[in-house]
């Protein structure tokens, strides 16, 4: 329970630091990644010519990132106050974790949705930019310039693990684990 409360506190922050970084600056994940390689002339080049076609993509959506970043703040608030709860064994620790689990598997869901339609137009509209890209500097220099896609890739990545922990959590909880924790009746085998 307390390897789950702290997880909860761990992922909690990051999602409200993760929200409030991008309600502030809907690029700053993408340029954290992107401005955290060394790289050479040629590669700032191609940066450059990328980062308009980011731009573009990044306006279309804003809108979407906003409330997205808004949803992430709420989460990630709602997460550490129910860690606090699971943690100081409240009453009220288990349904909140349950509670936490599903909205967490809701918001990432709901965010892989919009970053993968982020990713396909990236892809789509930066697609001859990408092949001249690979021609000129080869496979290891163009997997370096392919830093702003990982960027976009990282959330679909990162939900799916978020998605696990989630489940990891309904699995402890709501089973009998969780209910001895909690005082509860266990749940009868159905004969």
């Given at each position: 329970?307390?390897?789950?409360?702290?997880?909860?506190?761990?992922?909690?922050?990051?999602?409200?630091?993760?929200?409030l970084l991008q309600v502030r600056d809907p690029k700053a994940l993408v340029r954290q990644v992107t401005q955290s390689q060394a790289r050479s002339p040629h590669e700032?080049?191609?940066?450059?010519?990328?980062?308009?076609?980011q731009d573009a993509i990044i306006d279309r959506h804003?809108?979407?990132?906003?409330v997205d970043a808004v949803a992430s703040i709420v989460l990630g608030l709602f997460v550490l106050y129910a860690s606090s709860a699971v943690l100081s064994r409240d009453r009220n620790g288990r349904a909140m974790a349950m509670a936490s689990a599903y909205l967490c598997i809701a918001y990432h869901l709901n965010a892989v949705v919009l970053w993968v339609r982020m990713a396909m137009e990236t892809i789509k509209a930066a697609g001859p930019l990408l092949g001249e890209i690979t021609?000129?500097?080869?496979?290891?220099?163009?997997?370096?310039?392919?830093?702003?896609?990982?960027?976009?890739?990282?959330?679909?990545?990162?939900a799916v693990i978020g998605i696990g922990w989630c489940l990891l959590l309904l699995l402890y909880f709501g089973g009998r684990n969780g209910r001895e924790l909690y005082g509860l009746p266990q749940k009868r085998p159905s004969a």
């Open positions: 329970m307390v390897v789950l409360g702290v997880t909860m506190l761990m992922f909690g922050g990051q999602t409200l630091v993760e929200g700032e080049e191609t940066l450059a010519k990328l980062e308009p076609i804003r809108l979407a990132l906003k021609a000129q500097a080869g496979n290891q220099a163009a997997g370096r310039n392919l830093a702003p896609l990982a960027a976009v890739a990282r959330s679909p990545m990162l």
